[in-house]
Protein backbone atom coordinates (compact mmCIF):
# COMPACT_ATOMS: atom_id res chain seq x y z
CA UNK A 1 0.00 0.00 0.00
CA UNK A 2 1.24 3.29 -0.67
CA UNK A 3 1.61 6.50 1.75
CA UNK A 4 0.00 9.35 0.24
CA UNK A 5 2.63 12.49 -0.19
CA UNK A 6 3.15 14.78 2.70
CA UNK A 7 3.50 18.23 1.85
CA UNK A 8 7.46 18.86 1.55
CA UNK A 9 8.46 21.74 4.19
CA UNK A 10 9.33 25.02 1.48
CA UNK A 11 11.74 22.97 -0.09
CA UNK A 12 14.51 22.46 2.75
CA UNK A 13 14.01 18.81 2.44
CA UNK A 14 14.27 15.77 -0.28
CA UNK A 15 11.95 13.60 -0.73
CA UNK A 16 12.13 10.23 -0.29
CA UNK A 17 10.04 7.06 -0.94
CA UNK A 18 10.75 3.54 0.28
CA UNK A 19 10.58 0.47 -1.02
CA UNK A 20 11.01 -2.70 1.78
CA UNK A 21 8.81 -5.64 3.08
CA UNK A 22 6.51 -4.80 5.69
CA UNK A 23 8.73 -6.32 8.83
CA UNK A 24 11.41 -3.83 7.50
CA UNK A 25 9.56 -0.98 7.02
CA UNK A 26 8.88 0.37 10.66
CA UNK A 27 13.18 0.15 11.22
CA UNK A 28 13.98 2.26 8.07
CA UNK A 29 10.96 4.96 8.86
CA UNK A 30 12.23 5.72 12.22
CA UNK A 31 15.67 5.50 10.11
CA UNK A 32 14.27 8.01 7.65
CA UNK A 33 12.38 9.94 10.50
CA UNK A 34 15.51 10.92 12.40
CA UNK A 35 17.72 11.92 9.22
CA UNK A 36 17.71 15.76 8.72
CA UNK A 37 17.52 17.08 5.23
CA UNK A 38 15.13 14.16 4.01
CA UNK A 39 11.25 13.79 4.35
CA UNK A 40 9.62 9.69 3.78
CA UNK A 41 6.16 11.20 1.73
CA UNK A 42 5.55 7.56 0.58
CA UNK A 43 6.42 3.62 1.13
CA UNK A 44 5.47 0.17 -0.44
CA UNK A 45 6.28 -3.44 -0.67
CA UNK A 46 6.77 -3.08 -4.01
CA UNK A 47 8.31 -1.35 -6.79
CA UNK A 48 4.73 -1.46 -9.19
CA UNK A 49 2.93 -0.10 -5.91
CA UNK A 50 5.36 2.46 -5.64
CA UNK A 51 4.87 3.72 -8.92
CA UNK A 52 1.81 4.64 -8.26
CA UNK A 53 2.59 7.59 -6.39
CA UNK A 54 1.40 10.72 -8.39
CA UNK A 55 4.55 12.78 -7.61
CA UNK A 56 8.11 11.36 -8.02
CA UNK A 57 10.51 11.35 -4.87
CA UNK A 58 13.91 12.78 -5.22
CA UNK A 59 15.17 9.74 -3.93
CA UNK A 60 14.08 5.77 -3.29
CA UNK A 61 15.81 4.14 -0.85
CA UNK A 62 15.42 -0.03 -2.63
CA UNK A 63 15.92 -3.02 -0.35
CA UNK A 64 17.04 -4.94 -3.73
CA UNK A 65 15.81 -8.16 -4.39
CA UNK A 66 18.40 -11.14 -3.53
CA UNK A 67 17.86 -12.34 -6.88
CA UNK A 68 20.55 -9.88 -8.76
CA UNK A 69 18.10 -10.33 -11.92
CA UNK A 70 15.23 -9.05 -10.55
CA UNK A 71 17.05 -6.35 -8.42
CA UNK A 72 18.04 -4.94 -11.39
CA UNK A 73 14.76 -4.88 -13.01
CA UNK A 74 13.57 -2.88 -10.22
CA UNK A 75 16.12 -0.13 -10.32
CA UNK A 76 15.54 -0.04 -14.38
CA UNK A 77 11.59 0.07 -13.45
CA UNK A 78 12.34 3.22 -10.90
CA UNK A 79 14.58 4.87 -13.51
CA UNK A 80 12.44 4.58 -16.40
CA UNK A 81 9.27 5.68 -14.42
CA UNK A 82 11.50 8.82 -12.80
CA UNK A 83 14.32 9.84 -14.65
CA UNK A 84 15.07 12.38 -12.38
CA UNK A 85 15.01 10.28 -8.84
CA UNK A 86 18.14 8.89 -7.43
CA UNK A 87 17.66 5.31 -6.87
CA UNK A 88 19.49 4.04 -3.44
CA UNK A 89 19.95 -0.02 -3.76
CA UNK A 90 20.46 -1.43 -0.39
CA UNK A 91 22.23 -5.33 -1.65
CA UNK A 92 22.59 -8.49 0.03
CA UNK A 93 26.00 -9.07 -1.33
CA UNK A 94 29.10 -7.07 -3.47
CA UNK A 95 28.56 -8.51 -6.70
CA UNK A 96 25.66 -6.86 -6.79
CA UNK A 97 26.76 -3.86 -6.41
CA UNK A 98 28.29 -2.99 -10.06
CA UNK A 99 24.80 -4.16 -11.80
CA UNK A 100 22.68 -1.95 -10.43
CA UNK A 101 25.07 0.79 -10.50
CA UNK A 102 25.18 -0.31 -13.91
CA UNK A 103 21.19 -0.66 -14.22
CA UNK A 104 21.09 3.25 -13.12
CA UNK A 105 21.16 3.12 -9.13
CA UNK A 106 22.63 6.37 -7.99
CA UNK A 107 24.59 4.30 -4.86
CA UNK A 108 24.64 1.30 -3.42
CA UNK A 109 25.24 -0.22 -0.31
CA UNK A 110 25.33 -3.19 2.01
CA UNK A 111 22.46 -4.33 3.88
CA UNK A 112 24.68 -5.12 6.46
CA UNK A 113 25.81 -1.22 6.82
CA UNK A 114 24.98 0.46 10.06
CA UNK A 115 21.94 2.64 10.38
CA UNK A 116 24.08 5.74 11.42
CA UNK A 117 26.13 5.10 7.97
CA UNK A 118 22.82 4.84 5.74
CA UNK A 119 22.08 7.78 7.40
CA UNK A 120 25.44 9.89 6.60
CA UNK A 121 25.00 8.94 3.15
CA UNK A 122 21.37 9.84 2.93
CA UNK A 123 22.08 13.16 4.41
CA UNK A 124 25.27 13.96 2.24
CA UNK A 125 22.66 13.08 -0.94
CA UNK A 126 19.97 15.08 0.09
CA UNK A 127 21.89 18.03 0.70
CA UNK A 128 23.62 17.66 -2.73
CA UNK A 129 20.26 17.43 -4.40
CA UNK A 130 18.90 20.50 -2.36
CA UNK A 131 21.47 22.51 -3.76
CA UNK A 132 21.33 21.74 -7.53
Known amino acids: MVEEPQPVDG ?3 ASIALVAPI ?3 DALQVLLDGTSGVLLIGSAT ?10 APDF ?3 DADRDSLVAVS ?3 RIIHA ?3 TDCVALV ?7 LLKQAG ?6 KGASPQRLREVLQALAEQKLRR
Open 46 to 55: DVDTLLEMEE
Open 82 to 84: WPK
Open 23 to 25: WLQ
Open 105 to 110: ASLTLL
Open 74 to 76: EVE
Open 11 to 13: GSS
Open 92 to 98: DNPGQMP
Open 60 to 62: VLL
